[in-house]
């Protein structure tokens, strides 16, 4: 109930919008399963980066496909992942500790915990060199329930001297991209993100990314996690987990893996991710401030 009431909070209505699904001909006779994605990046980047991972699953197990499904924001995300349209998924933590009340269990995660944190950016022009010179100012983020984007900076703030319910204003964007463009185009006093984010940020966007850098970083937390429905046959859900494992032992696999921005797969449980529940604990006691 302490996480179901939480995922409530703040929570933004999206506009109805198109629906980001790869599908399949309807002639073709193998069995679909949808593996859906949390918004680590706006749709058509994550259809680019990870349509190959769908096309090798297909590939690796005859007589299935597997369709790509992305959403617009965190909101849409979440409202499917509660409705349960997707027999695979790639949350986030929060999400991840979630979704067991939803009738998901985590399968796998993956690697290097290390890069699961949260990041401040700003411009390299602007005067903030600490927490309390936040006082009055604008922070932007993806959405509410962005773990490590929104709700670890939150907590480090809030153990940093800052009221993150009075001190500031608190602006959600909806993408992580969005996120760092409001510090760019100074309709943010600072952005949070989180590495892979930025990191693609500076890929992509090299001429806005050198006005811009990160002056602070959170501690670390579980990373992403592989969830499956629980009602998806025991088999499949074992078989596709290890060829998501497997990945790294191969040269395709290494491919695969660098296209989404990781190194790996790791086998995970659920309860891998009472971390989370702790941090939320945390989390709603400092920053929430709830007895």
């Not at 985590?106 to 903030?128: H, Q, T, Y």
């Not at 993408?175 to 943010?188: D, E, F, G, P, R």
Request: charged share 20%; aromatic share 8%.
């Amino acid at each position: 109930m302490l996480l179901a009431g939480l995922a409530g909070c703040g929570r933004e209505e999206a506009a109805p919008a198109p629906q980001y699904t790869h599908q399949a001909p309807v002639s073709d006779q193998s069995t679909h399963y949808v593996f859906a994605v949390h918004p680590l990046q706006n749709p058509q980047l994550l259809h680019r980066k990870f349509e190959p991972l769908m096309a090798y699953l297909t590939e690796q197990l005859p007589g299935t496909s597997f369709d790509l499904e992305t959403s617009n924001d965190y909101a849409d995300y979440e409202r499917k992942l509660r409705a349960g349209t997707s027999h695979f998924s790639l949350p986030n933590p929060y999400h991840a500790a979630l979704s067991r009340d939803w009738g998901y269990h985590v399968v796998a995660k993956m690697d290097n915990d290390e890069l699961f944190r949260g990041v401040f950016i700003v411009r390299k022009d602007s005067p903030i060199k600490t927490p309390k010179d936040l006082r009055g100012k604008v922070v932007a983020y993806p959405a509410p329930t962005a773990l490590a984007a929104a709700m670890m900076p939150q907590l480090y703030l809030q153990k940093n001297g800052i009221d993150v319910a009075t001190d500031i204003t608190n602006k959600y964007v909806g993408t992580h991209n969005s996120s760092i463009m409001n510090a760019y185009l100074k309709q943010s006093d600072i952005s949070a993100t989180w590495p892979v984010a930025w990191h693609a940020f500076e890929q992509s966007n090299p001429v806005e990314a050198a006005q811009l850098k990160v002056l602070w970083q959170t501690p670390t937390l579980i990373q992403n996690a592989i969830i499956v429905r629980n009602d998806v046959p025991p088999e499949l859900a074992a078989r596709v987990t290890r060829l998501l494992a497997g990945l790294q032992n191969t040269h395709q696999g290494q491919q695969l893996l660098r296209g989404i921005d990781t190194t790996g797969f790791v086998i995970a449980n659920d309860a891998d991710f009472d971390v989370v529940r702790k941090f939320l604990d945390e989390f709603n006691q400092l920053v929430k401030k709830e007895k």
